[in-house]
């Protein structure tokens, strides 16, 4: 019995060598989970551990550097295929080790990074949606989920078109190059060289066999997710909320930013100004003359008291501190709250009302 034991934990241990670091474990995510959420991990664990914040720390250091191999591997395509199938040693085997800087990757984040410059992407568009918002949810704040239909690249493929990864080969005609060299002739003796895109491979240097069946071998496919926009409390209308990298994704183009603008809906008491709000309140002659009390119904359902001695002209403002919209930034200082009175005049007097505004009057 204790030799089956001895030999079922040999046996475990060397399966865990043979398998070598978890990349997905140490970026935290699943093994399905796609490039955006690859992207949003690695930039929320370097920045948590960059050495420049944890000066001294070696093991934060090394910490990084994992994170950094981890992020090269699983947002090429082609290192995550070749480690889903046969691990880190796989990668070993293709010569793929080799990983870069991880300040250059970091770099490439627009980050910083010690002096470190990363490469130019090539960004897809950006993408600009309206976002409708009650008055209410710019006062109290809110999570509101909105779904996204955009270019996805193809779940099946993982972005090569191809329908096995052994299908997608070097181009003959190009010799992988994705350029070729042509010759014109100008005049008798006189030739031109030029250099052009490959018009087998489309100047990628790799053609594919066979296609995959899921996307026809685009690549990409049409798809939807959900976002969750955070409305926050005293946001001001047109204000944008940015989402880095959420827009049409391509294996060979970085997706562009999608930019939710924030319009608001009208509201039937409450006008926006800024960070006051302002509303009309009809009153009677009677109140305009001898003052009046009533309650509102605030935006965060809260009821306020407001009271108005004396005589009321019409068209009267009266302020009420601090009743307005929170301070987006600083939601604990409000606006003010502006009343507009409209004085309601009777249609009509009977003789015996004359008579008594008469006496009043005299």
Not at 244 to 273: K, L
Not at 316 to 339: A, I
Request: net charge neutral; proline share 4%.
């Amino acid at each position: 019995m204790r030799l089956l034991l001895v030999a079922f934990a040999f046996i475990l241990l060397a399966t865990t060598v043979l398998a070598g670091k978890d990349f997905y474990k140490i970026l935290g995510i699943s093994r399905s989970a796609q490039k955006r959420e690859i992207k949003k991990a690695y930039k929320d664990l370097s920045l948590k551990y960059h050495p420049d914040k944890n000066p001294g720390d070696k093991e934060v250091e090394q910490k990084f550097m994992e994170i950094a191999n981890a992020y090269e591997v699983l947002s090429d395509e082609e290192k995550r295929r070749i480690y889903d199938q046969y691990g880190e040693e796989g990668l070993s085997g293709q010569n793929q080790n080799n990983f870069h800087n991880p300040f250059d990757i970091f770099s490439q984040f627009g980050f910083g990074g010690g002096g470190h410059h990363g490469h130019q992407e090539r960004k897809g568009p950006e993408v600009t949606m309206v976002l409708s918002v009650s008055l209410e949810e710019l006062f109290n704040g809110e999570q509101i989920e909105v779904e996204v239909n955009k270019q996805v690249i193809c779940p099946i493929c993982r972005g090569s078109g191809a329908k096995n990864a052994n299908d997608v080969k070097k181009c003959t005609s190009c010799n992988g190059q994705g350029i070729k060299i042509v010759k014109q002739q100008l005049a008798p003796g006189m030739w031109q060289q030029m250099q052009t895109h490959c018009d087998v491979c489309g100047g990628k240097g790799k053609v594919v066999k066979s296609k995959c069946t899921s996307c026809h071998g685009h690549k990409v496919k049409r798809g939807s997710h959900q976002i969750t926009v955070t409305v926050e409390r005293g946001m001001p209308d047109q204000h944008h909320i940015v989402f880095d990298g959420e827009g049409d994704e391509h294996p060979d183009i970085t997706p562009g930013d999608i930019h939710f603008v924030i319009n608001t809906q009208p509201h039937p008491v409450f006008t926006r100004e800024g960070n006051n709000l302002r509303m009309v309140k009809e009153i009677s002659l009677k109140d305009a003359l001898l003052g009046v009390k009533f309650d509102v119904n605030h935006l965060d359902g809260k009821k306020v008291t407001i009271t108005r001695d004396g005589v009321t002209q019409p068209g009267f403002v009266q302020v009420v501190k601090g009743q307005g919209m929170p301070t987006h930034m600083y939601p604990s200082e409000r606006g003010d709250l502006y009343v507009q009175y409209s004085v309601s005049l009777p249609a009509f007097l009977t003789a015996e009302q004359k008579k008594l505004i008469e006496k009043a009057f005299a």
